[in-house]
Nanobody, 117 residues
Framework: QVQLVESGGGLVQPGGSLRLSCAASGFTFSSYGMSWYRQAPGQERELVAAITSAGGSTNYADSVKGRFTISRDNAKNTVYLQMNSLKPEDTAVYYC??????????WGRGTQVTVSS
């Protein structure tokens, strides 16, 4: 079955960096686009960044452009989110998600990112 496991979250000071990873299994990873979402307390889940199956195209939310970078390693079945210049408003649970696989999108369980001094 499809599994997505996020890691790399934690507590970081404003201006710091974190690198999130999402390890995928149960499907042909290299055939599907992947994305990162986040959800802060009391807010709706929002798209942060997305990447195509081969990694040739990416897109970002305006709020993270120039600070976050999404990438993938298809040999390792892993998608990454490098987050630099973190701000308190980046505090959220971060989730990775697959593109539709036979009509279904799959989510990981999320990893907490807290930006605070």
């Amino acid at each position: 079955q499809v599994q997505l496991v996020e890691s790399g979250g934690g507590l970081v000071q404003p201006g710091g960096s974190l690198r999130l990873s999402c390890a995928a299994s149960g499907f042909t990873f290299s055939s599907y686009g992947m994305s990162w979402y986040r959800q802060a307390p009391g807010q709706e889940r929002e798209l942060v960044a997305a990447i195509t199956s081969a990694g040739g195209s990416t897109n970002y939310a305006d709020s993270v452009k120039g600070r976050f970078t999404i990438s993938r390693d298809n040999a390792k079945n892993t998608v990454y989110l490098q987050m630099n210049s973190l701000k308190p408003e980046d505090t959220a649970v971060y989730y990775c998600k697959t593109a539709r696989i036979w009509g279904t999108q799959y989510w990981g369980r999320g990893t907490q990112v807290t930006v605070s001094s």
